[in-house]
């Protein structure tokens, strides 16, 4: 067999570096906090050096000093000497390394080494599945995902950082905000008493709307979505799963220009309707906004389209109009089951994806007409356990004599749930020729 054909067949392993990084620490047992944080067990090659390493962080947990003798002594204990190499190999541990000041290098190369390990397995693991013609094309993508992305966070390692290097950062921050009068953290909806009460919607957290049918759930994404993209220019996805891009579109546009989507819809528009409504589409035409709309998504895809989002067009924030609409990889469950499992998902996404998810969802029927409370909530109490924050759209749906809509309607949201802030209520306004909530004013 010639060399090259059986190098390809060894893992990239580098035992010279592993012998090194425990000979490091045992000279210098001070170095072991910081390797700790760089290095697992699993990342050692050689079973012998993965079973010192083993017995170094057993001693380190039991705030023992680390030396030859303490070593021996544990994998005595444990019963691993002999897998270790025995005394004469861990002994000559020291022996391979002339000083300790370069450990984190030997650390480094031992961590890179037990990456392309892993990515040698996963790619292993992903050609295996792709032939098997039983597994779905799209699962098999959405696990091969997930599988480097949680590589790439075990791979990330802790930092500590000394408050002389934070403060300036820090002060610049604040010195930021002051500049702008802006005191919120996260993604900010656009509603100023909703943004003072949450600080803006916060990285990691998945974010429920839950109303009634017809009460403005739409309405109300769209025009969070319509303030976070035109006026703060932060790029923003949209699942829609129940509206086509066209119907989207409109509605943005009716909403931008303040032309009664009836016109839109008949074409019945003045002059002047024609010149607002091209000033609007220039101004969402420059909006970083980007619709999948797409009928019952699977809960696998939309996690795989987030992820492309997020990488390629630097998304900050998703919504998904709605729970509802979303389809799990196991159609025949309960209907409880599919929305557990929905929800959990979502709430691990928006973990994964260090992004806000804000997810729409329908209420039970007996909702109607009074205060929507959490037991409301369609499906699962899972969404009102996994979410960071619940909140619902409350509106008199008033008509005039005639039995037309009134064009300006009363309307709050209601904040039920919030993990890391104030609950309470946010009054708006609902312009139903536009389909869109205003701020109101006080006493207005």
């Known amino acids: 067999m010639e060399y090259s054909t059986l190098k390809d067949k ?25 390797v700790v944080t760089m290095l697992t067990p699993e990342k050692f090659y050689s079973i012998q050096n993965k079973t010192v390493y083993e017995a170094l962080v057993s001693l380190f947990r039991q705030s023992i000093h680390g030396d030859t003798l303490t070593l021996i002594n544990e994998l005595t204990k444990d019963g691993k000497l002999e897998q270790a190499g025995g005394t004469a190999y861990v ?24 990456t392309r390990r892993d990515l040698i397995r996963i790619s292993s693991e992903v050609k295996a599945l ?18 480097i992305f ?8 802790t930092t500590i950082h000394e ?4 403060i300036p950062d820090t002060i610049e921050m604040i010195e930021e905000r002051y500049k702008n009068h802006s005191g919120y953290t996260g993604v900010p909806s656009g509603f100023t008493k909703l943004d003072s009460m949450t600080s803006g919607f916060q990285n990691s957290e998945l974010i429920i709307v839950g109303a009634r049918p017809s009460m403005g759930k739409t309405a109300l994404a769209l025009s969070m979505m319509q303030y976070i993209t035109i006026e703060k220019k932060i790029p923003c996805g949209f699942f829609s799963l129940e509206m086509s891009s066209t119907l989207i579109g409109q509605r943005m546009l009716s909403q931008e220009a303040r032309i009664p989507g009836t016109k839109l819809r008949s074409g019945m528009l003045r002059l002047e309707d024609l010149q607002k409504l091209q000033d609007a589409a220039g101004r969402w035409f420059q909006a970083p906004f980007y619709i999948v709309d797409t009928p019952n998504m699977q809960l696998l895809d939309i996690r795989a389209v987030a992820r492309r ?26 209907t409880w089951e599919q929305v557990t499992q929905i929800s959990k998902s979502l709430k691990a996404l928006a973990r994964e994806l260090d992004i806000p998810i804000v997810a729409l969802s329908q209420l039970a029927r007996d909702a ?30 008033k008509k005039n004599e005639e039995g037309e809509t009134e ?38």
Do not use: C
């Open 368 to 397: 109607e007409g009074s205060e929507p409370n959490l037991a409301q909530i369609r499906g699962s109490g899972s969404i009102e356990q996994d979410a960071d924050v619940v909140m619902f759209i409350q509106r008199d749906r």
């Open 10 to 34: 060894v893992p990239p392993h580098n035992l010279e570096a592993e012998q090194a990084t425990l000979g490091a620490l045992l000279l210098d047992w001070g170095a072991m906090s910081d």
């Open 150 to 157: 949680s590589l790439a966070d075990k791979n990330q390692t």
């Open 130 to 147: 792709s032939f098997d013609i039983t597994k779905d094309s799209t699962a098999i993508l959405d696990e091969a995902e997930k599988n």
């Open 407 to 444: 064009p300006v309607q009363d309307a709050k949201i209601i904040i039920a749930k919030q993990r890391n802030g104030p609950i309470g209520d946010v009054p708006l306004l609902f312009l139903s020729s536009y389909t869109k909530f205003e701020n109101k004013a006080e006493g207005q």
């Open 309 to 334: 989002m997020v990488m390629n067009q630097k998304v900050k924030i998703i919504f998904i109009d709605y729970i509802g609409l979303i389809t799990t990889d196991n159609p025949r469950a309960e």
């Open 91 to 114: 002994a000559a541990l020291t022996d391979t390394v002339p000083t300790s000041a370069n450990v984190s290098y030997y650390a480094k190369i031992v961590s890179d080494q037990a």
């Open 163 to 166: 408050m002389k290097d934070l």
